[in-house]
């Protein structure tokens, strides 16, 4: 009878499982997964570019004062990049990933922000890991971004330091197909 009081937290734990596929939403009907091209990409990690069209970014807080992206409907183009690691297997807090969010006018054909001016696109850059007093989105005022759209395609080269947390990515160039 002691060996099953034993066994049921381990049952239990065992029925809590994260879906480990892809997920698939009907919520985002606009959002596209484009072809790409990674040439920063860090080699112990995947990365990816999506680029919801038609939409607009808006930086919010929560009530504790930390902010986080909201991608709304609108008229311009928001691009998310993302650097993920998968953990070391078996663990549930080993995953690490760094997100960048950024919005382009819709009629923009070039587009050069470098400082502070990266708020006018509402740079956002956001560390996701089980790492105490560093995980969140941060504001990015310290780089630089040139954005190149054509009929066919976007490129975008983003060269940035976070400076208030430590970071993997701090190059990203990316020619996306429209």
Known sequence: MKALYFLIPLFMVNACKT???????????????????????????????????????????????????????????????????????GTADGNYSETIHFEIPANTSSLRKENTSLSDVKMLYGKHCFCKGEAGYYPLTDGNLVVNRNSETITFNLQFNVGKTSQVVSHIVETVKL
């Open 19 to 89: 879906q480990t596929g892809p997920v698939i939403s009907s919520e985002n009907k606009n959002m596209e997964q484009v072809d790409k091209h990674n040439t920063d990409c860090p080699e112990a990690g995947n990365c990816s570019v999506v680029l919801h069209n038609n939409k607009t970014l808006e930086i919010k807080e929560d009530g504790t004062g930390a902010m986080y992206p909201e991608i709304n409907d609108g008229e311009n183009i928001v691009v998310e990049y993302t650097y993920s690691k998968e953990g070391p297997e």
